[in-house]
């Protein structure tokens, strides 16, 4: 990979393009030759009497002159941005971060161009074009490296307008379509047909502030997917692809066609639940417990997390278990941690939960719903938490008639995003998907699962002990009696004894194959051993494949890091979070155990166990159907045969 000297975009270079932009803001005349003009350009005057601005920006690209029959319109971005008020003669501070933002995204955008231009024959080439002593030979040069120092600038200008106004967003989203008037004769001609299409698509969509900023920035990202793909087959861009620019006022790195994403934490408004809040699911509590930490590990300067490179991190999870058992609370539990720990640190924290209400009947809505949601997770710059609750009535199951196209939309988006061929983990978010019926999860999305959560709720006496004094509260005088109130929570002790359940299999199924195996080649004690077992499972559930086993040795590599960081490592950044990421990586790597047979066939029967309890419910359900359907076939027999007598 090309590493990348980052040189500093200074702020006299970008100052020096304020009137520039300023005045492309203000008023240009552009004649669209892409896209289909739907809005008058020109916005209305905001009072009686006023004059409208006559200023337009024309191209100063030394030696260019561009000529066309059509006519040329006028567009006023700044008074169409003003408009969106109510014909508040005042503009709202909203539009005034927006305009502010455009043009510095506008100056930012030109100084990069001017960059690229030194760092090319592009300067030179100019100055001779506007001498006319440019040479037949070279213009061809000419043509391609100015066609590249548009794509430059084009898309320098989206990607800063997405960072600078990143503050500004809300919930609200806008659909504006695919950009369509992306130029290439010059960067100012550029320019002007991307603010030409701004300008048309504030007027199709920005109703007010809200929307105005939802707008603008849903252009930007359709500005930059467009000149990146555009890019793709341009020559000439190594001048910008291979360097980057660091804006330090704004804190904004432009590294060639990638987005400078700005770091936005989420508000959190949910009720968060302490660890002891948390009765029974001692596995599940204790590895949301160690995954909470392990995020906290990533790296921001690396993007990278140690616990990804040593291969124990949970990047997406199942928790399933039947309703009431505490999977709410669990969620609630983890996202306080991560909040507080993210808060310590001064770290953006992002949490962000997929829905029912995004499934939408809207052709398409739906994909974009769940890619938007993947991407707001996946951002490098946060630490971040997504969950889907209830994920068997949101992805539809393929093969079943009562999914939806919305559902399976969604389906193929978390497939693709959980493994698929682009998926990149970097270990600063995990994804976690709940349901109280996983069997009705579509097989290949709940095998993308890398770990299971079995969240049974309260199990034991001491469990429904612990719990009832729990909820009571404070508000009485009622003895507690014969019990050690939370001792059975306490957390090592809880776990390891859930883990030593699992050295035999709980499910029937798994349980016949188990003993059949143990009988032919004894004790598993070595990795053909153990292979022959996992291959019997194969045998008796045909959906346990590669990637079934793939989950089990990410399992227990997890396993083999089974320690948690401490809390002063956490509550004191200095001692571990701001450290070097290499000096991170081997303080982690000192606190590693070695791989044990206990483990891995714990492992295997955690996983196969799940798996298999899956398919009962889902054997058992469809027996259900079929002896409720023959029952009614056997009495709509009946009532006929009665009727016809």
């Known amino acids: 990979m090309a590493t990348r000297d980052t040189m500093e975009l200074r702020e006299d270079d970008i100052k020096s393009h304020y009137l520039a932009a300023t005045e492309m803001l203000m008023g240009i005349d552009h004649t669209p030759r892409i896209g289909t003009a739907r809005y008058s350009v020109t916005a209305p005057e905001k009072s009686p009497g006023v004059a409208a601005m006559g200023r337009r920006f024309r191209s100063t690209t ?59 024959p592009l300067t030179e080439l100019k100055k001779a074009n506007l001498e006319t002593r440019l040479a037949p030979e070279r213009k061809a040069e000419f043509t391609e490296l100015l066609a590249a120092e548009a794509l430059a600038v084009l898309y320098t200008f989206g990607n800063a307008t997405a960072f600078l106004l990143a503050p500004q967003a809300t919930e609200r989203s806008a659909e504006i379509g695919p950009v ?24 199709a969509h920005a109703e007010e502030d809200a929307s105005l900023v939802a707008t603008v920035l849903a252009y930007a990202e359709q500005l930059m997917a467009k000149v990146a793909l555009r890019a793709e087959s341009a020559p000439r861009l190594s001048g910008f692809t291979a360097a980057s620019w660091r804006v330090e006022a704004d804190g904004l790195t432009i590294a060639g066609f990638k987005p400078a994403l700005a770091a936005k934490g989420t508000a959190l408004t949910m009720t968060f639940k302490k660890p002891n809040e948390v009765v029974g699911n001692h596995i599940a509590k204790y590895q949301s417990l160690r995954l909470a930490k392990m995020l906290m590990a990533y790296d921001f300067e690396r993007k990278l997390n140690p616990f990804a490179e040593m291969g124990g991190f949970i990047f997406t999870f199942m928790g399933d278990g039947a309703p009431g058992t505490g999977k709410t609370t669990l969620i609630q539990m983890m996202a306080g941690l991560l909040n507080d720990y993210c808060k ?49 009535q949101i992805a539809g199951k393929r093969g079943d008639k009562q999914s939806s196209a919305g559902q399976l939309e969604v389906t193929a988006v978390f497939m693709e995003a959980f493994a698929g061929a682009n998926t990149v983990v970097r270990g600063n978010c995990t994804f976690g998907m709940f349901s109280n019926y996983p069997e009705n999860v579509d097989d290949a999305l709940r095998q993308r699962a890398g770990a299971r959560f079995l969240v049974d709720g309260p199990q034991t006496r001491e469990d429904y002990i612990d719990i009832l004094a729990l909820l009571m509260g404070k508000n009485h005088a009622i003895p507690l009696g014969q019990h050690d109130l939370y001792a059975a929570q306490e957390m090592k002790r809880a776990v390891a004894a859930s883990f030593e359940g699992h050295s035999r299999p709980h499910e029937v199924g798994l ?45 227990v590599k997890v396993r083999a ?35 044990t047979v206990d483990m891995v066939i714990q492992e295997i029967n955690r996983y196969a166990d799940s798996e298999f309890r899956y398919a009962d419910k889902s054997d058992e359900i469809a027996i259900q159907n079929m002896v409720r359907d023959f029952g009614r076939h056997e ?9 016809k007598g």
């Open 561 to 595: 890091m089974d320690f948690e960081l401490p809390d002063a490592w956490l509550e004191e950044p200095d001692l571990f979070l701001f450290k070097p990421y290499d000096e991170k990586l081997s303080m982690i790597r000192g606190m590693t155990q070695k791989i």
């Open 635 to 643: 009495e709509a027999k009946r009532r006929y045969m009665e009727g």
């Open 511 to 555: 349980l016949n194959v188990w003993d059949k195996v143990s009988s032919q080649i004894g004790a598993l004690d070595t990795i053909a051993k153990l292979g022959t077992y996992l291959k019997a499972i194969q045998e008796a559930d045909a959906r346990f494949t590669g990637r079934a086993i793939k989950n089990i040795t990410d399992a």
């Open 62 to 120: 030394p030696g260019l002159v561009t000529r066309s029959t059509a006519r040329a319109e006028g567009v006023r971005l700044m008074d169409r941005i003003a408009e969106k008020d109510e014909d508040d003669p005042l503009t709202s501070p909203v539009q005034a971060a927006v305009s502010q933002g455009l043009r510095r995204a506008l100056a930012i955008a030109l100084a990069v161009g001017e960059q690229y231009a030194r760092q090319t």
């Open 180 to 203: 369509e008037e992306v130029l290439t004769d010059n960067a100012p001609l550029a320019l002007h047909g991307a603010i030409w299409e701004l300008d048309q698509a504030i007027a």
């Open 344 to 392: 310590a640190a001064g770290y953006p924290f992002r949490y962000q939960n997929f829905s029912i209400d995004q499934i939408d009947s809207y052709q398409g809505k739906s994909g974009q719903n769940a890619k938007a949601f993947i991407t707001n997770v996946l951002d490098p710059a946060v630490i971040g938490f997504g969950t889907i609750d209830d994920i068997d």
